[in-house]
């Protein structure tokens, strides 16, 4: 099918209602969970006496590290319900209600046991305790939109069971939220940037995608923001795709025209390579970009003759699959751009694994506008299904124990 047509009739059918729900992001809620973890045995590993600060340096084992010939991108999806998920829903008080799909009443959680294993090698487990470690002292940010943030949750919930309670905390500082883990003045922080570059949907809560206006050269006003932080996890896609055609300036500010989006998103990426170049340090400071997640909006793509969504999918795809929504144009120029940069930036491509997940979105379990959806849209999944995001534990979990590799990797270059 054309890619015209698939813009025409699909994203403006279809892409509306779901990304409707990113509007009033924001202003989704924390659910301070009254469930609190029995930390007895977190305790034992957590030796507070010292503060935390003179622990023995993070020891890299053999099994930690990846080879540098395996690509951790490429493997399958394998039944693991032994050891996944790597943390529990309800223990973890930091999720927000778009993302805890079985309180939110999903019935099936299958798609929390599976674990991500790459053909060439085996992903180091994850421990929290190396990770606070590595971040002693240090920033990490996860920049971009929803699904962004939704990396970022499940990298908190990923390591804060390790930490008392009252030695951490979550802090909503619009447009950012800053997890700290005090005894190791370690920082896991998001930054909403939709696009990367400053656009009129940056505002934390007031925004929507169906009125987009990109400043195509304007980086600044968020590069200030990013500065001096260690670690930098950026994305940006979802927005770009609602419509072919966006508002955009580029040079006079006031001279608003209508960009091809593949040509839009080339220029923003070429302000943001410039924005790296003039401002990261590579010998301190380390950048991940993470490619684009995929949606799961047509389920004829995976099931041909059928017409729903991810609505009531509780099994991985098996085999080849990369649906429509991808669009390797895109991939293209983040290629492209890559390619040219003068620092390197660590290609996060967790498009084709996550390809597979049609089964891990947050379908009628997520939330629109800021609130569950009510029993009569859970009744219409066609209209209603979010395959968008994804349900923590989930997908997300599987590109931080990736990061988490590569974090791991890189440690003796941190300084
Ligand atoms: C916490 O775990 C310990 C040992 O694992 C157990 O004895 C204790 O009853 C648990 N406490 C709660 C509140 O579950
Ligand atoms: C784990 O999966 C196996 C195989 O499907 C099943 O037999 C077993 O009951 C499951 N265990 C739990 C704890 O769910
Ligand atoms: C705490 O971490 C920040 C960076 O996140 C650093 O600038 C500061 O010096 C650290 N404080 C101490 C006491 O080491
Ligand atoms: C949201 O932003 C628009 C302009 O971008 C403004 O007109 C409107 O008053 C804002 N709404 C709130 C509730 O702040
Ligand atoms: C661009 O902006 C104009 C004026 O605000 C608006 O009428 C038009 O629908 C927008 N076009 C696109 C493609 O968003
Ligand atoms: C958008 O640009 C791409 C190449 O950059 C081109 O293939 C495509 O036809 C353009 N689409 C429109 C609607 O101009
Ligand atoms: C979900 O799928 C199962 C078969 O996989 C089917 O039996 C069931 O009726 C479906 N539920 C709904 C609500 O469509
Ligand atoms: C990401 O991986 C896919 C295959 O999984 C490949 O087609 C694509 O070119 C890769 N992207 C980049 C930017 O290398």
């Keep these: 099918m054309p890619m015209q047509f698939f813009f025409e009739r699909r994203i403006q059918t279809l892409f509306p209602v779901v990304l409707s729900s990113l509007i009033l992001l924001g202003t989704a809620r924390l659910v301070l969970d009254s469930l609190k973890i029995n930390q007895s045995h977190i305790l034992r590993l957590y030796d507070r006496s010292d503060g935390g600060r003179n622990r023995l340096p ?116 619009p447009p950012m939220k800053i997890f700290r883990a005090e005894e190791f003045n370690a920082s896991i922080e998001y930054y909403w940037a939709p696009f990367i570059v400053e656009s009129i949907s940056d505002h934390a809560t007031n925004h929507t995608v169906h009125k987009r206006m990109v400043k195509l050269d304007s980086i600044a006003n968020h590069g200030k923001h990013w500065q001096g932080v260690d670690i930098l996890v950026f994305e940006s896609y979802v927005w770009w795709m609602y419509k072919p055609l966006i508002n955009a300036t580029y040079g006079s500010p006031d001279n608003v025209q209508k960009y091809n989006v593949t040509a839009a998103y080339r220029l923003a990426l070429e302000t943001w390579k410039d924005w790296l170049e003039s401002n990261i340090k590579p010998q301190t400071q380390k950048v991940f970009f993470m490619s684009m997640s995929p949606t799961h909006l047509w389920s004829w793509e995976w099931k041909p003759g059928s017409d729903e969504n991810c609505f009531n999918e509780s099994y991985p795809i098996q085999g080849p699959y990369w649906g429509t929504g991808s669009n390797l144009e895109i991939m293209k120029i983040l290629h492209d751009v890559l390619g040219e940069l003068k620092i390197s930036v660590t290609l996060m491509n967790i498009t084709q694994l996550s390809e597979y997940r049609k089964d891990a979105h947050t379908s009628v379990y997520g939330e629109r506008k800021g609130k569950l959806l009510t029993k009569e849209q859970r009744a219409n999944p066609k209209s209603f299904a979010d395959c968008i995001h994804w349900c923590l534990p989930g997908v997300p979990d599987a590109w931080n124990e990736i990061l988490y590799a590569y974090l791991l990797k890189n440690y003796q270059n941190f300084s």
């Design 58 to 173: 993070v020891i890299v084992l053999p099994e930690d590290r990846i080879e540098e010939t395996c690509n951790v991108f490429e493997g399958e999806w394998v039944w693991d319900n032994v050891s996944y998920p790597l943390y529990q829903e309800e223990s973890c008080p930091y999720l927000v209600k778009q993302t805890t799909c079985q309180k939110n009443g999903r019935p099936d959680s299958y798609y929390k046991n599976w674990r991500w294993q790459p053909h060439g090698c085996k992903l180091p487990r994850f421990d929290p305790l190396k990770v606070l470690d590595m971040l002693r002292d240090k920033r990490m940010m996860f920049i971009g939109d929803s699904l962004q943030r939704g990396q970022f949750e499940s990298m908190v919930c990923l390591v804060q069971s390790v930490i008392p309670e009252g030695k951490k905390s979550l802090q909503r500082i």
